[in-house]
Nanobody, 121 residues
Framework: QVQLVESGGGVVQAGGSLRLSCVAS????????MSWYRQAPGKQRELVAWITTSVANLVDSVKGRFTISTDNPKNSMYLLLNSLKPEDTAVYSC????????????????WGKGTLVTVSS
Protein backbone atom coordinates (compact mmCIF):
# COMPACT_ATOMS: atom_id res chain seq x y z
CA GLN A 1 0.00 0.00 0.00
CA VAL A 2 1.00 3.56 -0.69
CA GLN A 3 -0.04 6.70 1.15
CA LEU A 4 0.07 10.23 -0.22
CA VAL A 5 0.03 13.11 2.22
CA GLU A 6 -0.28 16.73 1.13
CA SER A 7 0.65 19.79 3.15
CA GLY A 8 1.26 23.49 2.72
CA GLY A 9 -2.23 24.80 2.14
CA GLY A 10 -3.57 27.83 3.91
CA VAL A 11 -5.14 31.25 3.58
CA VAL A 12 -3.30 33.84 1.51
CA GLN A 13 -4.15 37.19 -0.03
CA ALA A 14 -4.41 37.61 -3.77
CA GLY A 15 -0.95 37.98 -5.26
CA GLY A 16 0.60 35.86 -2.56
CA SER A 17 2.40 32.53 -2.72
CA LEU A 18 2.21 29.07 -1.22
CA ARG A 19 4.27 25.91 -1.60
CA LEU A 20 2.39 22.62 -1.52
CA SER A 21 4.08 19.32 -0.79
CA CYS A 22 3.04 15.72 -1.43
CA VAL A 23 4.98 12.90 0.15
CA ALA A 24 4.51 9.30 -0.89
CA SER A 25 5.24 6.53 1.57
CA UNK A 26 4.71 2.79 1.85
CA UNK A 27 5.74 0.03 -0.51
CA UNK A 28 7.26 1.90 -3.44
CA UNK A 29 9.45 0.40 -6.15
CA UNK A 30 9.00 3.16 -8.68
CA UNK A 31 6.79 6.21 -9.10
CA UNK A 32 5.70 6.52 -12.75
CA UNK A 33 4.14 9.94 -12.47
CA MET A 34 2.68 12.38 -10.01
CA SER A 35 0.03 15.00 -10.54
CA TRP A 36 -1.77 17.81 -8.78
CA TYR A 37 -5.52 18.18 -9.11
CA ARG A 38 -7.78 20.78 -7.56
CA GLN A 39 -11.47 21.03 -6.81
CA ALA A 40 -13.04 24.40 -6.21
CA PRO A 41 -16.29 24.70 -4.25
CA GLY A 42 -19.21 23.60 -6.41
CA LYS A 43 -16.97 22.61 -9.31
CA GLN A 44 -15.55 19.42 -10.75
CA ARG A 45 -12.03 18.33 -9.98
CA GLU A 46 -9.52 19.48 -12.57
CA LEU A 47 -5.95 18.59 -13.45
CA VAL A 48 -3.46 21.34 -12.63
CA ALA A 49 0.00 19.89 -13.25
CA TRP A 50 1.77 16.61 -13.82
CA ILE A 51 5.32 15.34 -13.83
CA THR A 52 7.20 12.22 -14.87
CA THR A 53 10.89 11.45 -15.05
CA SER A 54 11.07 13.29 -18.37
CA VAL A 55 8.14 15.67 -18.58
CA ALA A 56 6.65 18.42 -16.44
CA ASN A 57 3.61 20.33 -17.53
CA LEU A 58 0.90 22.64 -16.28
CA VAL A 59 -2.51 23.60 -17.56
CA ASP A 60 -2.80 26.94 -19.32
CA SER A 61 -4.65 28.66 -16.48
CA VAL A 62 -1.65 28.32 -14.15
CA LYS A 63 1.28 28.49 -16.57
CA GLY A 64 3.68 31.26 -15.62
CA ARG A 65 2.36 31.28 -12.04
CA PHE A 66 2.74 27.71 -10.74
CA THR A 67 5.80 25.44 -10.82
CA ILE A 68 5.80 21.69 -10.33
CA SER A 69 8.87 19.80 -9.17
CA THR A 70 9.91 16.58 -7.48
CA ASP A 71 12.54 15.28 -5.10
CA ASN A 72 12.79 11.69 -6.25
CA PRO A 73 14.93 10.30 -3.39
CA LYS A 74 12.31 11.64 -0.99
CA ASN A 75 9.35 10.41 -3.09
CA SER A 76 8.05 13.95 -2.91
CA MET A 77 6.36 16.38 -5.27
CA TYR A 78 5.92 20.10 -4.84
CA LEU A 79 3.74 22.78 -6.33
CA LEU A 80 4.86 26.38 -5.99
CA LEU A 81 1.90 28.70 -6.34
CA ASN A 82 2.76 32.32 -7.15
CA SER A 83 0.57 35.29 -8.04
CA LEU A 84 -2.42 33.56 -6.52
CA LYS A 85 -5.90 34.62 -7.55
CA PRO A 86 -9.23 34.11 -5.76
CA GLU A 87 -10.19 31.64 -8.49
CA ASP A 88 -7.30 29.42 -7.39
CA THR A 89 -9.19 28.69 -4.18
CA ALA A 90 -9.66 24.92 -4.03
CA VAL A 91 -8.69 21.69 -2.36
CA TYR A 92 -5.44 20.60 -4.01
CA SER A 93 -4.91 16.85 -4.15
CA CYS A 94 -1.96 14.69 -5.05
CA UNK A 95 -2.30 11.74 -7.44
CA UNK A 96 0.40 9.19 -8.22
CA UNK A 97 0.90 6.10 -10.34
CA UNK A 98 3.12 3.78 -8.33
CA UNK A 99 4.71 0.42 -8.94
CA UNK A 100 5.08 -1.35 -5.60
CA UNK A 101 6.97 -4.44 -6.67
CA UNK A 102 9.68 -5.29 -9.19
CA UNK A 103 7.84 -8.55 -9.85
CA UNK A 104 4.65 -6.76 -10.90
CA UNK A 105 5.31 -3.71 -13.01
CA UNK A 106 1.69 -2.60 -13.28
CA UNK A 107 1.32 0.83 -11.70
CA UNK A 108 -1.57 1.47 -9.33
CA UNK A 109 -3.25 4.81 -8.76
CA UNK A 110 -3.30 6.54 -5.39
CA TRP A 111 -4.87 9.75 -4.12
CA GLY A 112 -4.08 11.95 -1.19
CA LYS A 113 -6.77 13.58 0.93
CA GLY A 114 -5.92 17.08 -0.19
CA THR A 115 -4.92 20.41 1.27
CA LEU A 116 -7.09 23.52 1.17
CA VAL A 117 -5.86 26.70 -0.48
CA THR A 118 -7.95 29.80 0.13
CA VAL A 119 -7.10 33.01 -1.69
CA SER A 120 -8.78 36.16 -0.41
CA SER A 121 -9.33 39.22 -2.58
Amino acid sequence: QVQLVESGGGVVQAGGSLRLSCVASGTIFKIHSMSWYRQAPGKQRELVAWITTSVANLVDSVKGRFTISTDNPKNSMYLLLNSLKPEDTAVYSCYALVVSSKSSLVPLAYWGKGTLVTVSS
